[in-house]
């Protein structure tokens, strides 16, 4: 699947999301 000229702004969003949660259970709560 070809990826899109343009990713939804929800994807970014979730992108981000999902890496400041997994970097803060690791960095935050250590």
Not at 4 to 30: E, I, M
Request: no cysteine.
């Amino acid at each position: 699947v070809p990826a899109p000229r343009r990713p939804h702004p929800g994807a970014r969003t979730v992108g981000l999301v999902t890496y400041f949660a997994a970097s803060g259970s690791q960095g935050g709560k250590s």
